[in-house]
């Protein structure tokens, strides 16, 4: 259990770290503290996205209400160059200077 958690914590902050990175703007919601979001989260995965037995484990990434995807459609992305798409964002929104 405890090599689980420290995986979803490397993943978690792998993801976060790329945002950050490319100065992406975004909301990182715990869902340990809360059952109201945790829930949210449930039920905003598309069902045939939903694992075969349990809950899906963080991250789960979003864009506003829109799922976009979990950590390994997110580096699946990030591998092949296309995270931009894979968030639904625009390389040059994304990118731009403040």
């Known amino acids: 259990m405890e090599g ?3 995986q979803i914590k490397k993943r978690q902050q792998d993801v976060v770290r790329f945002l950050e990175a490319n100065r992406i703007e975004f909301e990182e ?3 340990t503290m809360s059952e109201e979001k945790r829930q949210w989260m449930y039920k905003n ?3 045939d996205r939903q694992p075969a037995q349990g809950n899906p484990l963080p991250p ?5 209400d829109r799922y976009c995807g979990d950590y390994d ?3 699946e992305s990030k591998e092949s160059n ?3 798409s894979f968030l639904g964002l625009k ?3 994304a990118s731009k200077e403040s």
């Open 45 to 47: 995965i598309p069902e």
């Open 73 to 75: 459609g997110f580096f």
């Open 4 to 6: 689980s958690r420290r």
């Open 29 to 31: 919601v715990d869902i």
């Open 82 to 84: 296309t995270v931009f």
């Open 91 to 93: 390389p040059s929104l």
């Open 60 to 64: 789960q990434i979003f864009s506003d």
